[in-house]
T-cell receptor, first 111, second 115 residues
Framework: TQLLEQSPQFLSIQEGENLTVYCNSS?????LQWYRQEPGEGPVLLVTVVTGGEVKKLKRLTFQFGDARKDSSLHITAAQPGDTGLYLCAGAKHSNYQLIWGAGTKLIIKP | GAGVSQSPSNKVTEKGKDVELRCDPI?????LYWYRQRLGQGLEFLIYFQGNSAPDKSGLPSDRFSAERTGESVSTLTIQRTQQEDSAVYLC?????????????FGSGTQLSVL
């Protein structure tokens, strides 16, 4: 069974603080996606990382793909209440159309 | 349409009843996925359709679950003889070709409550 483990499962911090969430596996992925899901909505893609060691920035969000393509992290700088949501990572393999999903990190940013 | 549309958005049913959930994917998207999401959890794969190929039904949890797709358009997920453990959000997603590294476009889901 291929697993993607996300940590922490839950994080509640004050507006303005920085945070990092992790997505780890023992498997190698061809690419990895990060989605954010708000209550009552479906997940929305934030970024896809493809190359080992790749770093992508999306405003205050920084995504990194591990050198071995087994893990990824999401760092948020100066978190805002609008960042609140469930962050899901999903790993892809060339040989399969299915994504392997993590269980998510529920993030709450308090004003 | 502009996005993936799911209906109904909420469904409350009694244990033992059948329910039918509908998904309208983005026009032109050949791949369609159904997922189940329990409260506060990640996504559980149910079934995958790609063009005219045989669907991958490997994620369906029991024979009470079935799904159909008409060509590359509408899909319906049917749950027969619903049980309380079926209560969850059922999400539909579509993508252009169904490659694993493609962006998935999700609907807002159907919240199913079995009493």
């Amino acid at each position: 069974t291929q697993l993607l483990e996300q940590s922490p499962q839950f994080l509640s911090i004050q507006e303005g603080e920085n945070l990092t969430v992790y997505c780890n596996s023992s498997s190698v992925f061809s690419s990895l996606q990060w989605y954010r899901q708000e209550p009552g909505e479906g997940p929305v893609l934030l970024v896809t990382v493809v190359t080992g060691g790749e770093v992508k920035k999306l405003k205050r969000l920084t995504f990194q793909f591990g050198d071995a393509r087994k893990d990824s992290s999401l760092h948020i700088t100066a978190a805002q209440p609008g960042d609140t949501g469930l962050y899901l990572c999903a790993g892809a393999k060339h040989s399969n159309y299915q994504l392997i999903w993590g269980a998510g990190t529920k993030l709450i940013i308090k004003p | 349409g502009a996005g993936v549309s799911q209906s109904p958005s909420n469904k409350v049913t009694e244990k033992g009843k059948d329910v039918e959930l509908r998904c309208d994917p983005i026009s032109g998207h050949t791949a369609l996925y159904w997922y189940r999401q329990r409260l506060g959890q990640g996504l559980e794969f149910l079934i995958y359709f790609q063009g005219n190929s045989a669907p991958d039904k490997s994620g369906l949890p029991s024979d009470r679950f079935s799904a159909e797709r008409t060509g590359e358009s509408v899909s319906t997920l049917t749950i027969q003889r619903t049980q309380q453990e079926d209560s969850a959000v059922y999400l539909c997603a579509s993508s252009v070709q169904g490659f694993s590294n493609e962006k998935l476009f999700f609907g807002s889901g159907t919240q199913l409550s079995v009493l």
